[in-house]
């Protein structure tokens, strides 16, 4: 006698039913993911990358290299021969820090970024604050009358600040604005 299986597989239903539920479970995770995000957070370490980066290009290059915030709230890498350069015009722009991929376009973005309050300074361009200047031995320079340089980034919800010391050492950390 020959053994006949029955029907063997799932129906159709059964394979529209479990794709179904998949599809309910990812789009609550990617909005549970959406909720998790803190571009204020993702942009303070794009900055901190960003002063580390300045600090080695600096020791490499040996000449001095700085971060400045501009009046328009953009971050301009520059460089110069030394931190005491006391003109605008001894200091030349390498680039911008790239915030775009954080504020995904939005406009205004999520976030403002601030320092403390500065005097002004002749080798800064009109409405720019200092955040640091790092020497060709990768030690900080920081605004006048500042211990450390910093940047703070802000939300309506959440606040995060990069502070740089004399020393060149950097860290990020919350804090209640």
């Known amino acids: ?34 909720q998790l995000r803190r571009p204020e957070r993702e942009a303070a370490q794009v900055i901190h990358g960003a002063l580390l980066n300045l600090r080695a290009d600096a020791m490499q290059n040996t000449d001095a290299r700085r971060l400045i915030l501009n009046a328009d709230g953009s971050l301009t890498r520059q460089r110069s021969l030394s931190c005491s350069q006391a003109t ?18 939005k406009v205004p973005p999520p976030f403002t970024l601030s320092t403390v309050a500065q005097t002004a300074n002749t080798s800064m361009p009109s409405g720019s604050r200092l955040i640091a200047c790092f020497t060709p031995r990768g030690q900080a320079a920081v605004p006048a009358g500042a211990t450390t340089g910093q940047i703070n980034v802000q939300s309506s919800t959440r606040a995060f600040r990069v502070e740089v010391a004399l020393g060149g050492g950097m860290r990020i950390y919350a804090f209640t604005p």
């Open 1 to 34: 006698m020959k053994y006949v299986a029955p029907n063997a597989g799932f129906t159709l239903i059964e394979m529209l039913v479990v794709i179904a539920i998949i599809g309910i479970l990812v789009a609550i995770s990617y909005i549970n993911y959406m």
């Open 88 to 105: 605008a015009s001894g200091w030349t722009n390498i680039s911008n820090v790239n915030l775009d991929e954080i504020t995904q376009g």
